[in-house]
């Protein structure tokens, strides 16, 4: 019998983006057990292709999903397939579907009743073949689109019964203006006991703060002390799991779903607790390290718009003992008419991107401000400054090329001079064909393989062999894309430290104990050392 853990969140919702439900699962995993993850979300999409850009993850099997399918799969250390990213838009299209088709033999469809059935046969099939299925309810529980999945939650437990069932809710703890020590317990309080009146009563309360919790504190918040731990600010997502084990969450799961009668073979106890140690590693790694390599990341966008490039940039600092520190630059601010402007901004941003031992500039929607990108490509360029280019980065890099050193070449679709035209083909995987024999490029020194396979959230491609001729006649290389040579995967110019653009998106693949191949090489050329260390 699969054993199920819900979390849930009170006051913010899906606060800490669903680390602490993926730390779990982590935990779970070091103990042999076969662990996977779901993430609901309250909303009526169908999947995540018309999220904002940087809030997208591409999974394995080419679905886009929420970005928190991406932590469990980096903390799970295994694919988690686009069926586990579940939406109250996919229970209303299968209602209607099955009402069109006759399924409901001509009765009245409920949302409860029907609705819920549909919600509960989700989750048992994104919890198919684990022994145990982390399961996070993206939303704040109060809203009434969260209710009905409340309902949905409290009839799965009544079904496969309380013993197989734990749920964790998580709670920021509040302080007083301009007072950290002075705790406010009542919105914790209170957010516990709205989700005991919808049917669902926390095994365990795991409250965010940023200091110790006492016994008087606890007991404000829950009758039961010993149900409630403290998730105090760690200095990376790494910490997360080990703070988690320092709390002994798992052995409190353990004894609650009674996970010592799953039978689990010697090579998964095995397994498990080499990741674990190996993760310890990391983390003592990271928090030894002296050396900081600081990015400079470029884009329209916020920073937090970036979750699975900061991670990946995270992943690759911490496996090579550096420590990370990242400097978000708004692209308008690196553009001429910001200096008239908006002078301080305009000076900071220049000043931030100079500071900078690397420069990386992620995917994006629009080109309102690709003027600032492209400033900032040239400057990585020009400078020898370790560059990486994601999506509109990689147009970006190639346009600043062609404008400044091919003197052609403009991103405006209605231009005659554009080499970029619109790809219908979004989310996928795909294999990538380095066809480069050129020496010394760093994207086949990294990646150490002839043929390899990426995930994509496509929006541009390259459509102009003849220009394609003249970069490289320039020295910007095409080096990898798929076998027919018309798809432009990688470009890269030779004669700098690490200048590399992809239309694909490495972030998908990179996880904590594998990094991302191209993340790996611009740390490592940022902090001075060889791509191939």
Known sequence: MTKYVFFTYGIIEGYQKGIIAASTALLLRARGLKVTAAKIEPYVQLDGKNLDPGYIFVTRDGCAVVEEIGNYERFVDAGVPGSHYITSGQVFHGLVEKERAGGFLGRSVTLVGDGTDRMQELIEAAAKGADVCII?????????DVQTWLEAIDEFQNRVGEDNVAFIHVVPLLHLPDDNRTIITKPAFDSHRSIITNGSTPDMIACVCSNALTDEIKEKICFQPTEVIAINRVPTSYHFPMLLQRQKVAEFLANKL?????????????????VIQAWKRLIASYDNSSQTVTIALVSKYQQNLHISVNQSLEHA???????????????????????TAFPTRYRDAWDSLANANGVIVPDGFAHQDIEGTIAAVRYAREHGVP????????????LEFARNVCKTAEIDSSSQQSVFVIDKNTACVQSILFCNEHEGLKSREVYRSRQITERYLKQYKIDSPGFLQTIEENGMFVVAGDESKTRVDIVELKEHPFFIGTQFRPEYASQPLHPAPLFLGLILASAGSSVLR
């Open 258 to 274: 009674k996970l010592d009668n799953i039978q689990v073979s010697e090579e998964q106890k095995r397994s498990g607790e080499q």
């Open 136 to 144: 996070e309810l993206g939303a704040e529980i109060d809203p009434p």
């Open 317 to 339: 600092c911490v496996y090579c003992g550096y420590q990370l520190a990242i400097k978000w630059i708004d692209g308008s601010d690196l553009e001429p008419e910001a200096e």
């Open 387 to 398: 560059f990486l280019g994601i999506g509109l980065g990689f147009q970006a890099a190639v």
